[in-house]
């Protein structure tokens, strides 16, 4: 299969999400938040502080750009699905270097600890024929919550690691080096050869490809690399948010996202949504289409300045950094943010 026989009549993630937005009865844009969401970024791209260089500050985050720092983010970005506990208090925590990680840094601390631990746990070989009893030692919880959906995590990553040992002499650079520095290449070899980051539903008729799990690849290796080397795309504008339920929780807080008055009180009484259903879909996408006017707006005020020596440099905000940001945000504001429900779902492909 050619791989953009996958993707034929499916949209892509910005094409979803415009049409999600257009056609949503129950998840709204607000202008005033988009504007305000732009304003804060705009300030941190003029102070330095919004840039491709924040990922590698994240202590867990790899610090090297190569082949075995981006094949720690390919294993990273297979597992990086459904972290969310029943209740705030109750939390998946792993224990590393003295410091206590919940949600998707807990993974990355797993990952890590079973490094030092000896488990070659970002090493092909290894991870496609490991055992659900060696997966449960390096994702034990040091807390009573254990890490959910382990089961399909082993699935998904023995599929994974099957495919690299097959088809690409057993590391993840050499699908990146077939890419020929392209994202949209990168993604599409993802999409055709690694089934769990076919995240695809059905929404008015149309087939929409969020790809959350897709794209996070794809930026996260550009953001380990610095968009150099392994991390060079020629063009990663084109790639959206990771459409998650920790984005639009934020996007609500800020005001650029409105919810119905029926879907905030389905999300109060912590309803659990399907997979592909159309609420968890008009949620994801219209996110997804908010992270895409905010970088507009910013773009349109960097387009506007007129005194040269004030200038960014080119493509110096893209929808990755935003979501970086807010991700980043909804994390550090994690109490104020509280009284916003997130969307439920479990599933592997958020």
């Known amino acids: 299969m050619q791989p953009s026989a996958l993707m034929e009549g499916v949209l892509n993630p910005r094409e979803a999400g415009r049409f999600i937005t257009e056609n949503s009865k129950d998840v709204f844009i607000e202008d005033g938040g988009i ?37 720690w983010v390919f294993v990273s970005a297979v597992l990086n699905f459904s972290f969310w506990s029943e209740k705030a208090s109750d939390k998946f925590t792993v224990k590393y270097k003295e410091k206590d990680h919940t ?27 490991v055992s659900m009893e060696q997966m449960k030692k390096i ?16 699935r998904v990553l023995t599929e994974a690691g099957l495919v690299l040992m097959k088809k690409y002499q057993g590391s993840f650079a050499n699908v990146i080096k077939q890419a020929d520095k392209s994202a949209q290449s990168l993604l599409r070899l993802v999409l055709q050869d690694f089934p769990s980051f076919q ?8 087939k929409v490809g969020l790809y959350k799990r897709a794209q ?21 504008d084109t790639i959206t948010m990771f459409a998650d ?13 409105r919810y119905s008055d029926s ?49 960014p440099e080119d493509g110096a905000v893209n929808a ?11 994390r550090d504001m994690a109490d104020e943010m509280e009284h916003i429900p997130f969307h439920r779902c479990r599933g592997i492909y958020y």
């Open 216 to 236: 996070i690849l794809v930026g996260d290796i550009w953001g380990c690399c610095e968009g150099q080397g392994l991390g060079q795309f020629n063009d990663i």
């Open 199 to 206: 995240d695809v539903a059905e929404y008015n008729g149309k």
């Open 103 to 129: 949600g998707y840094w807990a993974l990355c601390a797993a990952m890590n600890r079973a490094l030092d631990e000896g488990f070659k746990i970002t090493t092909p070989s290894f991870y496609s024929t």
């Open 139 to 154: 994702f034990r919880s040091d807390s009573d919550i254990e890490i959910p959906l382990l089961e399909e995590r082993q």
């Open 35 to 71: 504007q305000k969401v732009a304003g804060m970024l705009y300030k941190k791209i003029k102070t330095g502080d919004f840039n491709v260089k924040m990922w590698r500050k994240h202590e867990l985050n790899p610090q090297s750009m190569d082949e075995d720092a981006v094949n």
């Open 263 to 311: 879907l905030m009180e389905k999300l109060k009484q912590s309803y659990l949504f399907k997979s592909e259903e159309k609420l968890e879909v008009e949620i994801r996408g219209v996110s997804l289409w908010a992270c895409e006017l905010i970088r507009d707006s910013i773009s349109a005020k960097l387009a506007a300045e007129t005194d040269e020596g004030d200038k």
């Open 320 to 330: 990755i950094l935003i979501d970086h940001y807010l991700w980043d945000t909804r």
């Open 245 to 257: 339920y920790r984005i639009p929780q934020a996007l609500v807080y800020f005001g650029a996202l």
